[in-house]
């Protein structure tokens, strides 16, 4: 069975910095497409980044190279590090993986994922 669980997130000062994870087991992780998306209060669901199994990245436009997306495919695990965070950041940040999408496909589109974690909240107060 497929399992994606977040962690890393907490409440953090406006400015400051942050790092999410996201650890997948039950099927071969360094083949899977691999997308971070949050959802803010009463906003809907935005992709934030992904990248493919050969690394190459995409980012939303309000990411503006803040959140650079890595993964380790040795320890099955996506990252997400976040710096100078600002309040419009607060939200619940899931983790989301696929077995067909390519790059350049609609990475943001989150109906393309089979596969979510629970999420994990981050807070900047304001």
């Not at 934030?48 to 436009?61: F, L, M, Q």
């Not at 959140?67 to 976040?82: C, E, G, H, V, W």
């Not at 710096?83 to 619940?92: K, R």
Request: glycine share 14%; hydrophobic share 30%.
């Amino acid at each position: 069975q497929v399992q994606l669980v977040e962690s890393g997130g907490g409440s953090v000062q406006s400015g400051g910095s942050l790092r999410l994870s996201c650890a997948v087991s039950g099927y071969p992780y360094s083949t899977y497409y691999m997308g971070w998306f949050r959802q803010g209060p009463g906003k809907e669901r935005e992709g934030v980044a992904a990248i493919n199994n050969d690394g190459n990245t995409s980012y939303a436009d309000f990411v503006k190279g803040r959140f650079p997306i890595s993964r380790d495919n040795a320890k099955d695990t996506l990252y997400l590090q976040m710096s100078n965070l600002d309040p419009e950041d607060s939200g619940m940040y899931s983790c989301a993986a696929d077995g067909d999408l390519v790059y350049g496909d609609r990475w943001y589109d989150g109906m393309q994922y089979d596969y979510w974690g629970p999420g994990t909240q981050l807070t900047v107060p304001s």
